[in-house]
């Protein structure tokens, strides 16, 4: 899925949108073409490497190339949760019920609710989200 680079950053190399760079992804994750094309040659390389698939990359760095990407591992989680709460409130605008939102995440529709509700112009109080739902509750799980 091409994804609108605007603000965006490759989730892999922590390239940003700066100079017109485009994105593919999905579930939050975002790859660059120059990504794309150093992964495919690792992984269409007949001889490649185990330890390069087995390894934890950071076991390999420098604890100042460790500290380096910290900034971009925060900033990737950022854009991750950002996806998250997008999509969450895609799923509101189409009425989908803070319990089954919750359902999806493994959690209870007031943590659903208390964790999203306030990203969105929406904000009823958690008893009028308890009563309002309370009908879908008594209905089987999907
Ligand atoms: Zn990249």
């Not at 949108?17 to 040659?41: K, M, P, W």
């Not at 185990?50 to 990407?69: C, I």
């Not at 950022?78 to 803070?98: E, H, M, N, P, Y």
């Not at 308890?130 to 509750?137: D, G, H, N, P, Y």
Request: a negative charge.
């Amino acid at each position: 899925m091409k994804i609108s680079s605007n603000g965006r950053m490759c989730s892999f190399c922590g390239r940003d949108d700066a100079n017109g760079t485009q994105f593919s992804g999905e579930l939050g994750a975002l790859i660059c073409g120059d990504c794309v094309e150093r992964y495919h040659n690792i992984l269409a390389a007949p001889s490649a490497p185990t330890s390069t698939v087995t390894a934890d990359p950071w076991q390999s760095m420098s604890t100042e190339q460790l500290l380096a990407t910290l900034p971009l591992i925060s900033r990737s989680s950022a854009q991750t949760s950002d996806f998250l709460i997008t999509s969450v409130g895609v799923l509101r605008s189409r009425k989908a019920s803070w319990a089954k939102i919750g359902r999806s995440l493994g959690v209870s529709r007031q943590a659903a609710w208390e964790r999203f509700h306030r990203n969105y112009e929406e904000a009823p109080a958690p008893v009028e989200v308890l009563a309002a739902e309370s009908v879908e509750q008594a209905e089987p799980v999907e």
